[in-house]
């Protein structure tokens, strides 16, 4: 009787153990079938004819892991931006010295690995260079600026093709930032940015870029007023990067897909250009799962939108971010952990392209 029972057990066991093993071959045919395992970002992205893309770390290329950093960079992403290495106190560190030797670097592994380059960024109120620390005469501040721009944009004509040409400009109050640009020159620096950039490379596409303008608030309604004015004067602003640095919380989607739509509406390109989603840094699966379903979800919404062009990371492995030392007790934002290994959120992008093309692929 016993044994019987036993027995009777075992075939329990047995046969959940075959059931599972059933589900999944069930579910790796069904991987194998939508063709996913072979593919990665970069060419689901291109298959969309999208941008998918990065944050280019700083000496990326003698970091004692620069080989499996490189290896998947080039392998997921078919966009780089640097992270740093574009920026005034880079580039531009003595009044009458340029050094464009880092910011090359970035740009020739993206352009050796058929990846376009997303320059940032020429006007900023940060990580500017002790010389520009002075009191200015508006005619010469913009002089300095006039310079900066269509050197830096004169410099990597044709291999720099999007540029941030105006950063950060509008405070979370929905005004004017009080930057050294805006109190000496006054608001004109941005157009006249737009016009100098353009006029250093006709081809560049220039754009206006920001934070916390991704859902309908003060902010971006004044962003949206801004760059509404800029167009109808005729100043060569062809898009938004909406930057998209966010939290565990996500994100309201309604007001994000209605957002897209009105700056859309102006005729404008889009562009996600930062984003990083940080989670506690003590995450448990259930974070890294909201995670995947935030970045999911906002890929969704962008694929909606036809002049959504690109979708950058600030980032890609947790290793190099800039999340936990900037927030405390946040971390794991990125796509990657710190072994380079995919973390949900990457297989749960992956599968809203591979859904996207296979409706584009049904002429849906
Ligand atoms: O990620 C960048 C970090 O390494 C720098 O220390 C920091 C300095 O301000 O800038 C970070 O990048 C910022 C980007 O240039 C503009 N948008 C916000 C980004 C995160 O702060």
């Not at 006029?199 to 870029?209: F, K, Q, V």
């Amino acid at each position: 009787m016993e044994l019987n029972k036993l027995s009777l057990k075992m075939g329990v066991k047995s046969v959940k153990k075959l059931l599972v093993a059933f589900l999944l071959s069930l579910l790796t045919l069904g991987l194998a079938s939508n063709g996913l395992e072979g593919e990665t970002l970069r060419s689901l992205a291109e298959k969309l004819g999208i941008y998918v893309g990065f944050a280019s770390i700083n000496n990326f290329w003698v970091l004692a892991d620069g080989s499996t950093y490189m290896e998947v960079a080039k392998r997921e992403f078919n966009i780089l931006t640097p992270e740093n290495h574009m920026k005034w106190d880079s580039i531009h560190p003595e009044r009458d010295r340029y050094d464009f030797s880092k910011a090359e670097r970035h740009v020739k592994f993206a352009l050796e690995n058929g990846m376009v380059v997303h320059g940032h960024t020429l006007v900023w109120h940060n990580q500017l260079p002790p010389w520009l620390n002075k009191e200015w005469t508006k005619e010469e501040l913009l002089q300095v600026l006039e310079e900066h721009i269509k050197t830096v944009v004169g410099y990597f004509k044709g291999k720099v093709k999007i540029w941030d040409v105006v950063n950060e400009a509008v405070s979370d109050a929905g005004r004017y930032r009080e930057t050294i640009w805006y109190k000496v020159i006054g608001p004109e620096y941005i157009e006249k940015a737009f016009i100098w950039a353009r006029e250093a490379d006709p081809d560049a596409t220039l754009i206006y870029n920001d934070y916390n303008i991704e859902t309908i608030n003060p902010k971006s309604n004044f962003v949206y007023q801004l760059v509404k004015e800029l167009k109808e004067k005729g100043v060569p602003i062809d898009g938004v990067g909406f930057q998209m640095h966010i939290d565990i919380n996500g994100i309201n989607y309604e007001s994000f897909r209605n957002n897209l739509k009105r700056f859309a509406d102006l005729g404008l390109k889009l562009y996600i250009t930062e984003m990083d989603v940080r989670i506690p840094k003590n995450a448990t699966q259930e974070h890294l799962q909201k995670q995947a379903e935030i970045y999911a979800k906002i890929f969704e919404i962008c694929l909606e939108n036809p002049a959504v062009e690109a979708i950058q990371f600030w980032g890609f492995t947790d290793k190099y971010s800039w999340v936990p030392g900037f927030f405390t007790g946040y971390d794991h934002a990125l796509i990657f952990d710190r072994d380079y290994n995919p973390k949900p959120a990457y297989f749960a992008i992956k599968q809203v392209l591979a859904k996207k093309l296979e409706e584009k692929l049904k002429g849906k």
